[in-house]
């Protein structure tokens, strides 16, 4: 039941699901994502890719979900960055996503 509702949330957050293995706890995914950069008002989209990870695992009576996000971006010089999405409220169910 945690699986589905977690292949849900990654979905209705415009995730496509890549991996889901019940058996291992396992789901990967991944989206598209275009996001302007900080330090411009309209532009240039930054195009980026955020790669999902999500761990799922019996813990005692309870269900434990690890899940990392990494966002990779590409800049006009085709440099990359890649980092860790460690926003808390990103990961929060009550955020509405």
């Known amino acids: 039941m945690v699986m589905k509702a977690l292949l849900n949330v990654l979905q209705d957050d415009g995730f496509v699901i890549r991996t889901a293995n019940a058996d291992l706890g396992l789901i990967t995914a991944n989206k598209d994502h275009s996001n302007t950069h900080p330090g411009f008002i309209a532009g240039p989209f930054i195009p980026q890719v955020w790669d999902c990870s999500v761990n799922v695992s019996k813990f005692g009576r309870q269900t434990k979900v690890r899940v990392n996000v990494q966002v990779t971006a590409r800049n006009k010089l ?20």
Not at 78 to 97: I, Q, W
Request: proline share 5%.
């Open 78 to 97: 085709n440099e990359v960055k890649a980092y860790e999405l460690d926003d808390p409220g990103y990961y929060e169910t009550s955020s509405g996503r």
